[in-house]
């Protein structure tokens, strides 16, 4: 599976912007999908994931603000990021992964990641 993320940017405080991640290859045995980010100097931390069945799970600073969804067929997913702040500014990543279990714990080694895409928050 290849991903391909798209959609940061260059947006003030409390801005908003929505992030696409696009797959291509078999699906097939993926169950849940994900976006991450990795701020300079940082650790990676999830930012939401969202299983076959629709179980959503986020970070408790994005909650309320972000919203994570997919396309029927799971080949593209969003994140929908609203009211966004400076320490929103990161590298975001979005992965792919046989389980919701797996895309929680985000080992890059056991799921399928995309390039990241950009966001900075910053007026």
């Known amino acids: 599976v290849q991903l391909q993320a798209s959609g940061g940017g260059l947006v003030q405080p409390g801005g908003s912007l929505r992030l696409s991640c696009a797959a291509s290859g078999s699906m097939f045995s993926i169950n849940a999908l994900g976006w991450y980010r990795q701020a300079p100097g940082k650790q990676r931390e999830l930012v939401a994931v969202?299983?076959?069945?629709?179980?959503?799970n986020y970070r408790d600073s994005v909650k309320g603000r972000f919203t994570i969804s997919r396309e029927n067929g799971k080949k593209t997913w969003y994140l929908q990021m609203n009211s966004l702040t400076p320490e929103d500014t990161s590298v975001y990543y979005c992965?792919?992964?046989?389980?919701?279990?797996?895309?929680?714990?985000?080992?890059?080694?056991?799921?399928?990641w995309g390039q990241g895409t950009q966001v900075t928050v910053s007026s």
């Open positions: 992965a792919a992964y046989r389980s919701l279990g797996l895309a929680l714990g985000g080992s890059s080694s056991l799921g399928s």
């Open positions: 969202i299983s076959d069945s629709g179980t959503t």
